[in-house]
């Protein structure tokens, strides 16, 4: 029998990305979190805490102010999610202002005189990190994320290997590192981690093939699997493409439960996948139940999905 499959089922949703400073004074934010547990029956919640920087080729990001929500604001949803009886991970993520994804950060591998260079940014990351470590050790996450979909500094694995072992000095937990969907198999410093995860928004046709390819890598390593994100937008089309939150026309209720539909079949069929994490539950800007016929976003309040998702979670 394989080890990973007494590992408990991390049915989890993302839950407040891109909060800022201060979110939790408010009441909406629990009224969110606990219609998420209502609906979804999910047992545990992914908070990110995003640090900013300027481009993808900027060396300094802003852990620390208006834009970054701080320790008070994780502690509260850390008791709150816990009174509600969810596990929490914590996840430490970097987006660029300028909108372009994390996944194109990236320098040049041989210093370059006055070009940007990979010891500064790594540097800056490390801080994040660790600020946000020090959060999950403090809370007693259940799992900490040391990025997410980094696509770009992958291959650093010496810098990794680095950031990972300062982390283990601050948290105690076992950690884990959400790669991009298809990158699975490129990452080569899985050793360091405690849990293997990624961004699985794979087309509808081919989950069953990829399911297959990371399951190769999880052997190689013997380390446990979960999706650290999931989810389709409920788009026509979203279906075949559902990373991309631009694709796709119009609303479709339908597209977006048969793709989850799908997901949850494939997941009955790979047990070595031991988590999830859908895509994603706003913290303070959740529309109304019934407003979600008329939504075509990830979130599935309100929608046939969540339906889906309710059943799963009471099968586990």
């Known amino acids: 029998m394989n080890a990973n499959l007494a590992i408990p089922f991390i049915n989890s949703y993302t839950y407040g990305f891109c909060e800022k400073q201060g979110f939790t004074n408010g009441q909406t934010w629990k009224w969110s979190m606990e219609e998420m547990v209502r609906t979804t029956h999910c047992n545990a919640l992914v908070l990110p805490v995003c640090a900013w920087q300027d481009h993808a080729y900027s060396t300094t990001m802003t852990s620390v102010g208006p834009d970054v929500m701080d320790a008070d604001d994780v ?20 987006n660029c202002r300028d909108g372009y994804w994390r996944a194109y950060i990236r320098f040049f591998d041989s210093p370059v005189p006055t070009e940007p260079r990979w010891e500064d940014w790594f540097a800056s990351w490390e801080d994040h990190v660790c600020r946000v470590a020090t959060m999950a050790e403090e809370n007693h996450a259940d799992l900490f994320c040391t990025g997410c979909e980094m696509v770009g500094t992958d291959h650093r694995d010496v810098e990794w290997r680095h950031l990972i072992a300062r982390v283990r000095t601050i948290y105690h937990g076992p950690i884990t590192y959400n790669c991009d969907k298809f990158q699975e198999d490129h990452v080569r410093w899985w050793d360091a981690v405690d849990v293997i995860s990624s961004s699985g928004y794979y087309p509808i046709m081919e989950l069953r093939e990829h399911f297959t390819r990371i399951e190769q890598t999880a052997q190689t390593f013997n380390k446990p699997f979960m999706f650290m994100e999931c989810g389709c937008p409920s788009r026509h089309g979203s279906a075949h493409r559902p990373n991309d939150w631009r694709y796709g026309t119009g609303t479709s209720q339908e597209e977006q439960a048969a793709w989850y539909q799908a997901f949850l079949s494939e997941l009955k069929a790979f047990p070595f996948i031991r ?29 046939p999905a969540n339906d889906l998702l309710r059943t799963f979670a009471d099968s586990l």
């Open 275 to 303: 988590g999830t994490s859908w895509w994603d539950w706003s913290a303070t800007r959740l529309y109304p139940e019934a407003a979600g016929t008329d939504n075509n976003g990830y979130c599935t309040y309100g929608k």
């Open 75 to 94: 502690r509260r949803v850390c008791e709150h999610a816990r009174s509600l009886g969810l596990k929490v991970i914590l996840k430490a993520m970097v």
